[in-house]
């Protein structure tokens, strides 16, 4: 591998590692008792486990492939790792389970913190993020800089 493909190779892998940590770990823990995704997945599938549990789950997991990013002999299945989880959760967002609009976040926390079920939730009429924020962005922040890890 010549230089210039080992310098692509490192700086792919720590700009996926360092979009991991902003997006993927650091959300996970910073929120109140109440993530608003993993909170709303777990209201539409009624799986008690997802949140706070499978969250923190997901973050752990989240570290572990930053950290594997950075490491050379791990790299390229750190990052096929993380393109396929980016686009499984394209694929969630596609699904009545989560779906692709996400209610705004600030009164959905609320909602779920106070116990409202999915449809006092729906019948607020939140706007939310029509998928401006959830399920593209999840591919396009992976894939190029998949390329970038995989040579």
Known sequence: MTNQGKLWSVSGAAMLAISLV???VWPKFAVGDVHPIFGWA?????????????????GVAAAALAV??????TRLAAAGVTLAVSLGFVVLHLTPWLGWNIPDYGPLTAALAAGQAV????????????GRI???????LA???WCCSAS
Not at 119 to 130: F, H, P, S, V
């Open 22 to 24: 902003a997006f993927w």
């Open 42 to 58: 777990e209201a539409r599938t009624g799986a008690g486990w997802l949140d706070p549990t499978g969250r923190y789950i997901f």
């Open 68 to 73: 594997l990013l950075v490491l050379r002999p």
């Open 119 to 130: 449809a006092e939730i729906e019948a607020l009429g939140l706007k939310g993020d029509r």
């Open 134 to 140: 959830s399920a593209l962005p999840l591919s396009t």
């Open 143 to 145: 894939s190029p800089r």
